[in-house]
């Protein structure tokens, strides 16, 4: 029997070596339907464990585009508001994925390993706030721990008068799967996470609490790092441990359950209700109704809204263009120009009578404070578009041709120039109905260019010669255009279904995650808010869509603190935090475990027990003369902290600056809000955020600046003492900062930032 289990492991060794090299292990509900076989005696569903390793096909994963997440006041009591900023931080690394199906084949753009280690937390026994939370989170999304189920028992038995250990038979089985193809164009099984090469060992003890028998896995190359995909639960880090980001098993994990085609049977989110959509195809009519333009039908002016949408608020602008939906409007200052063209004519002093007079064009400028707005539209749908802007100057002259008889009649003269603004969008766009029920266009049945005429200066006069009179004038003006459209569509009627409206759906490529926080620090009082969004269904071999709304009245993520440390089995134990997980198996088929979905909502309670110690036993501090000395078994089991890379102290938890800067967030209001920061693109003048304060006891003068612990911002980009966030960004991507506040008598307070350069 040795010998059989010999060769087992023998051949476990050379399947290993023939396996690519990126991998991950989809989770799911522990020993459901076809996977009955997961039991606690060979390691499933132990003490902490929400999850078991699914097969191919039979994963579990996230279907709503976009969840919420908020600190509740036992967690903001605890960790204030340098908890939020860390918890923040574990978001904006999943919220800087695109769509999971747009990066290479080979992942080449992550690391093989996202860690760090901050030398001074290490000594300290610190756990990083930030890098726990990212590490659960891959396991809210779907992932179970690679280096754990790449090799794992599926049965143990015992024969007949068999004995264990010797006469112990197993089954062993891989639940890591590699999501780059193989040449042959299927996912497979893989020994590998990051690179690293694994193998196994059965441990067998016959007897006693569960596992009796588990395949632990080790590295081939001793030398090799381990448990380094953030989905591994935070297993390699250990005290002064980091995470920097996402590996290349992580991003490939999310790319299998995420990707478009990966189509599953699966029900929409809890509480989505679909929208019906019911076209009349036997009546036609024009779109669209547009009672502003002359022709009565027809888009709007792209130019326009946009212009008049940054110098005009909400209320404003639904005014000045009906029927436009304002979903979010912030507001910063900047010094603006007015520009004030005049025009004249006058003669010189001395000049002979009768002397032709002469043109005088001057310029002035007016500055003053302009409140510049940032709306985002619910209803507005682009039709054409361009980036730039082209007008016709035009410049009209009357007077007599030079070299005239005194007193010859005038002439006009009227020129013309192309003139091109560039970063000043032009285009046309025509607005939903207030249900957003989308439009069946049949064909364009007209297109009228339409003229606007902006006179920027003239002036007239006459000049009385002997016998009659000749006319000076001078006048320039500019003629922008947009092209109307008018549509022929079949009228769409949309209602809402509270129907299961399950079906064969395809990924959804991406997920973000929004701060929606509480209403105070002690309410309880969640601000309900709409969704909307679609997912792609198979139904008769084609794609098509399917749009939902769903009304979020709780966080999809609930983040919380407790007490945690308890004892079990007469032992001391401090778990880190405790999490829920929800899964929905209505759609599995008889026999097998899935696939499913993972339904909200999730509550994560933080352990807020302290800075705990565990000590030994007194057997094992007496020395030879009977002293007790404790400190030889004190184990530091938790204490939470925030660090990085820098040489920046780390930030313990609980934080008293932190709660003060908390109780100031309270009663301090800033503008922009952080959710209200407007995006930038690389390459492009930023359109800038002027930071305002207002309330509680905060003196001015104020002075703004980033927190000594704050993140970067991107190249090209400067925030001013005075609260100006300005420049040109020379890099893209989605950025942390923490922007501070002081007033005049030293008291400061911070907000988390995050902005978005594409």
């Known amino acids: 029997m040795r010998q059989l289990i010999k060769q087992f492991l023998w051949a476990a060794l050379l399947a290993a070596g023939l ?3 990126w991998a991950f292990a989809p989770a799911g509900p522990i020993g459901n339907g076809g996977d009955a076989w997961q039991v606690p005696v060979i390691g499933y569903g132990l003490a902490g464990d929400l999850v078991a390793p699914k097969n191919i096909g039979e994963e579990y994963r996230r279907n709503t585009p976009v969840l919420y997440y908020t600190c509740d006041a036992n967690f903001l009591e605890y960790f204030g508001s340098n908890g939020v900023a860390a918890v923040d931080g574990s978001f904006s690394i999943l919220n800087a994925l695109t769509n999971v199906s747009s990066y290479s084949s080979t992942l080449s753009e992550f690391p093989l390993s996202a860690q760090g280690i901050n030398y001074t937390a290490s000594a300290l026994g610190l756990t990083d706030l930030k890098s726990t939370t990212l590490s659960l989170m891959m396991e809210q999304m779907g992932l179970a721990e690679p280096d754990r189920y790449t090799w794992t028992l599926h049965e143990r038995s015992l024969p007949a008068n068999g004995t264990c250990p010797l006469d112990e038979l197993y089954l062993v089985v891989q639940r890591n799967l590699d999501p780059v193809p193989s040449p042959t164009g299927q996912i497979q099984y893989s020994s590998y996470v990051n690179g690293t090469l694994y193998s196994y060992s059965i441990y067998e003890f016959c007897t006693g609490a569960n596992p009796l028998a588990e395949a632990v896995e080790f590295p081939v190359d001793p030398y090799a790092q381990t448990y380094t995909a953030i989905a591994s639960l935070g297993g390699g880090l250990g005290a002064g441990g980091f995470y920097q980001g996402l590996t290349r098993d992580d991003v490939g994990g999310l790319r299998y359950l995420l990707r478009t085609n990966n189509i599953n049977l699966e029900s929409p989110a809890n509480g989505a209700l679909m929208t019906l959509i019911t076209t009349n195809t036997s009546f036609q009519q024009l779109y669209p109704t547009n009672a502003n333009l002359p022709l009565g039908y027809g888009t709007y002016d792209l130019g326009q809204l946009v212009s008049s949408s940054r110098t005009n608020d909400p209320a404003t602008l639904q005014t000045l263009f009906p029927g436009v939906i304002v979903a979010s409007s912030s507001n910063y200052f900047i010094l603006a120009t007015n ?17 032709a007079p002469h043109l005088k064009t001057y310029t002035n400028y007016t500055y003053y404070p302009q409140s510049i707005y940032v709306t985002t539209f619910a209803n507005v749908v682009t039709n054409h578009y361009s980036s730039n802007t082209v007008i016709n100057l035009y410049t009209a002259t009357v007077a007599p041709v030079n070299g005239a008889p005194l007193g010859s009649p005038s002439k006009t003269n009227v020129t013309s120039k192309t003139v091109t603004y560039t970063n000043v969008p032009s285009g046309d766009y025509y607005v939903l109905p207030p249900d957003q029920c989308p439009v069946n266009f049949v064909r364009t049945l007209q297109t009228n260019i339409l003229a606007t005429t902006n006179v920027i200066t003239g002036v007239s006069t006459n000049v009385t010669a002997t016998t009659n009179t000749t006319a000076y004038a001078y006048s320039q003006y500019s003629v922008s ?4 459209y008018i549509y022929v569509v079949y009228p769409v009627e949309c209602t809402l279904t509270a129907s299961n409206a399950a079906g064969l759906y395809q990924g959804i490529e991406n997920v973000k995650f929004v701060r929606a926080n509480y209403d105070s620090l002690i309410g309880q009082f969640f601000q309900p808010i709409t969704n909307t969004y679609t997912m792609g269904y198979v139904a008769n071999s084609k794609v098509a869509s399917r749009k939902f709304t769903r009304v979020v009245t709780a966080p999809d993520f609930l983040l919380t603190a407790q007490d945690l440390a308890t004892v079990n089995n007469n032992y001391p134990v401090v778990p880190s935090l405790s999490r829920s997980i929800s899964f929905n198996q209505g759609n599995v088929l008889t026999g097998l475990a899935g696939p499913g979905t993972i339904e909200t ?18 057997a094992f501090n007496f020395l030879s003369t009977n002293e007790f000395l404790s400190e030889f078994t004190q184990v530091s089991r938790l204490t939470w902290a925030s660090f990085d890379s820098s040489t920046n102290e780390p930030v313990l938890y609980p934080n008293g600056t932190s709660i003060g800067n908390l109780e100031n967030q309270i009663l301090v209001s800033v503008s922009p809000s952080p959710a209200d920061l407007p995006s930038g693109v690389q390459g492009e003048v930023y359109p800038g955020a002027f ?9 001015p003068p104020f002075a703004w600046s980033l927190a000594a612990r704050s993140g970067s911002l991107p190249d090209g980009l400067f925030l001013s003492s005075g609260g100006i966030l300005s420049g040109t960004p020379t890099q893209s991507g989605t950025f942390d900062f923490i922007v501070e506040l002081t007033d005049s008598l030293s008291q400061t307070v911070q907000w988390n930032y995050t902005l978005i350069i594409q």
Do not use: C, D, M, R
Request: zero cysteines.
């Open 19 to 21: 396996q690519t090299v």
């Open 339 to 355: 520009t004030v063209v005049s025009s004249y004519y006058t003669n010189y002093n001395g000049e002979p009578l009768g002397t």
């Open 481 to 484: 255009y947009f092209t109307n």
């Open 601 to 618: 909502p999730t509550i994560i309670t933080y352990n807020k027990v302290g800075s705990v110690f565990e000590n030994g036993s007194l």
């Open 691 to 699: 930071f305002t304060a207002s309330g509680g006891s905060f003196a």
